[in-house]
């Protein structure tokens, strides 16, 4: 009953919150409905969080916690506590919507600065009413008290019933499933998550279905990552001269670049393509001896093979969000994708207006808060995930690669037959832990070690079979995605994009152009192909480049126009006479760097020690040269650190508007 009373408590906030604050201009009862459920359900799983020591008390003391005063006094001391708190939260979190229009938040404690809390304080005495705010907070928790109280003696009351120990065992087993299922919150693989309260891209919708207590929690660990404005307007002049900003301003920090559409460009679909785990040195194209990717090689002949291509970061989830956004994942604790002040950007996948929308993973979105990503940015965004195939799931992370891209196809081709342009995102997984292969078709067959040679093997840096054979069922997919693009006919007027999304651990190799294993950025350097014969000959391209780089290359090609806020470029423009280079973050001997790096440099920031370093590609790429290049060495630092503290700002500051 005390948890029943909590909910209900929570429930209440709740619906003052929609009837004195909640202003939307989605009218659709089926929408506000799915709003209600979430929120209930997070309110669910903080009133089960707070009666857990309650839980725990009563199972322990079992007919005690009635009876013993110590137990009666901490047991009202408890509930007394929460309630003030909780009181006091909703209240300040009611005041700070109704201020700004958004759920309270950790950052909320500036109003507390030092200088300005007079001046705050003052502003509230003049604006609000605050005595009669005091007389309501203090009515709601005397009656809430007395219903708390309420609730303890009718059962302090009762005659108590003698239970035996299996039984007693029975209901505590099911208690802790039931609290456990409540806190858990989901019927799927992933718990309940804050970014399933941004199905839509409305404000109110989604702060009415948030809980503020747990969206709070959710934010508190970002106080590093927050953007310092001093140190963002010291480094603009080298970011915005490197990315060639429209209007440079240095107070305003503009980054917008506006490209003009081309009409004689055909109306090409787009189908960006992720390939889990997928470095570079493990590619065929990249020299490596087990050659396992022949169908890849096959499209790196035939497209344009972007040779010195990197990510941001080694994860999955960081790429997901550097891509999307544009801007690289630099946040220290957790990833850019986990909290939520983050994840609302202006994005050039959402520009491509007239397209239909699409992200397909064979999992659930709600991994890594993926899902607000896309619903937070996207217009009319259709993910299709866990639940919507028909395939079972073949492991952990959802439906087989294989069983995915045969699904995909019947979206891509029911589009096409319409006429109807899309964009799509399709994730792969299998090429990674549980390292899960299918027959395909058929005809894929796992290597063993019979097949295989052992030096050869051993100079490739896989670290196993698995691994090996992992990679060989990521390229049969990628060849039999290609062919049912040409059954289904949308081959020819589709843009292909495939990139790896970070490499997968490997042991030492020698192979490759460079030392990566060594220096460490082997885990940054992926393949990125786009093929499309009919606009592209085939082509390898030196020049660094980077996965934010990606929807501005392919927003180009389709002729689209659209306003470039985020720090990624055209993969393709000739016209820059300057080196282009890649941001990059990676570890090396247990300390972990941040950098720029071109054909020709690598420039890097150990994150500890604050030191630098320059390293001459073409040269000695393991010896420092900073002392013998120091203007460049200089240059490169400014645009390093360029890079770094505005991805730090526009992680805060590029909201969407309309473009």
């Known amino acids: 009953m005390q948890t029943l009373y ?5 429930v209440f906030f709740r619906l003052v919150f929609h009837g004195f604050f909640f202003s939307s201009p989605i009218k659709d009862p089926g929408t506000i409905f799915k709003a209600w459920h979430l929120g209930a359900r997070f309110d669910l799983r903080l009133a089960l969080i707070i009666m857990i020591p309650i839980g725990l008390m009563a199972v322990i003391a079992r007919d005690r916690l009635f009876g013993t005063s110590m137990l009666r006094r901490i047991n009202d001391g408890y509930f007394a506590l929460v309630y003030v708190f909780l009181t006091l939260f909703y209240v300040i979190d009611l005041g700070h919507y109704s201020y700004l229009g958004q759920r309270v938040e950790p950052s909320v404690t500036r109003f507390l600065a030092s200088g300005e809390r007079m001046t705050n304080a003052r502003m509230m005495w003049e604006s609000y009413p605050v005595m009669w705010g005091l007389l309501g907070i203090s009515v709601l928790l005397l009656l809430t008290r007395y219903g708390c109280r309420s609730i303890f003696l009718r059962y302090a009351q009762q005659e108590g019933t003698y239970v035996r120990p299996r039984a007693f065992a029975g209901w505590t087993i099911l208690l802790v499933v039931l609290f456990a299922g409540g806190i858990y919150g989901n019927a799927a693989w992933f718990p309940l998550r804050w970014s399933q309260a941004m199905f839509t891209r409305d404000n109110a919708v989604t702060s009415l279905a948030l809980n503020p207590v747990l969206f709070y929690v959710s934010n508190m660990d970002m106080t590093e990552d927050y953007f310092d404005l001093e140190h963002t307007r010291k480094f603009y002049p080298y970011i915005a001269q490197y990315l060639g900003v429209d209007k440079p301003d240095a107070q305003q920090l503009n980054f ?138 073949a492991d952990v992370w959802g439906v087989s690669d294989y069983d995915l891209i045969t699904e995909a196809d019947e979206i891509f081709k029911a589009a096409n037959d319409r006429q109807q342009p ?19 078709a058929g005809d894929f067959k796992k290597l063993t070690e019979k097949d295989i040679d052992p030096a050869r093997f051993k100079a490739s840096g896989f670290v196993n079979l698995d691994q090996f054979n992992a990679l060989r069922y990521l390229d049969y997919n990628m060849g039999h995605l290609m062919k049912l693009a040409k059954k289904s006919g949308y081959l020819e007027n589709t843009i292909f994009v495939f990139f790896g999304d970070h490499s997968a651990k490997l042991d030492p ?73 890649a941001y990059i973050q990676y570890t090396r001997n247990m300390s972990w760097y941040s950098g720029i790096i071109s054909e020709n440099h690598l420039f890097e920031l150990d ?4 030191e630098t370093a320059l390293y001459d590609l073409k040269g000695d790429p393991l010896k420092d040269v900073k002392r013998q290049q120091p203007e460049l060495s200089r240059d490169l630092e400014n645009l390093t650190r360029g890079f770094y503290e505005s991805t730090r700002y526009l992680m805060f500051n590029n909201k969407k508007i309309k473009h």
Request: aromatic share 12%; proline share 8%.
């Open 607 to 610: 994150l500890s020690s604050n």
């Open 422 to 440: 899309f964009i799509a995102f399709l994730q792969t997984a299998d090429n990674h832990e549980p390292y899960t292969t299918t027959e395909g």
């Open 256 to 393: 917008v670049r506006t490209v003009p559409g081309d009409s004689s460009r055909p109306r090409q679909n787009v189908i960006i393509v992720m390939m889990e785990s997928g470095g570079s040195a493990m590619m065929s194209m990249f020299n490596n001896p087990m050659q396992a990717t022949p169908h890849l090689q096959e499209l790196a002949d035939n497209g344009v093979l972007f040779e010195n291509f990197y990510v941001p970061a080694m994860s999955t989830a960081r790429t997901v969000f550097s891509i999307t956004t544009g801007l690289p994942d630099v946040v220290r604790r957790k990833t850019a994708s986990r909290h939520p002040p983050i994840v609302d950007q202006r994005i050039i996948m959402d520009q491509f207006d007239g397209y239909e929308k699409y992200y397909l993973l064979g999992g659930n979105t709600n991994w890594a808060n993926i899902r607000a990503v896309f619903t937070s940015n996207v217009d009319s965004i259709r993910i299709f995930e866990e639940g919507y195939f028909r395939a079972p799931k």
């Open 6 to 10: 909590l909910f209900c408590f929570l």
């Open 509 to 581: 190799f020698r192979f490759m152009p460079l030392p990566e294993f060594e220096m460490g950025t082997y885990v940054d350097h992926v393949p990125c192909i786009i093929y499309n014969p009919a606009l592209l000959p085939p082509q390898r391209v030196s020049r660094a480049g980077s996965l934010v780089d990606i929807y501005p290359t392919v927003a180009k090609l389709t002729g689209i126009p659209f306003r470039n806020y985020t720090l990624g470029a055209d993969l393709l423009d000739t016209t820059q006479a300057r080196d282009s280079y």
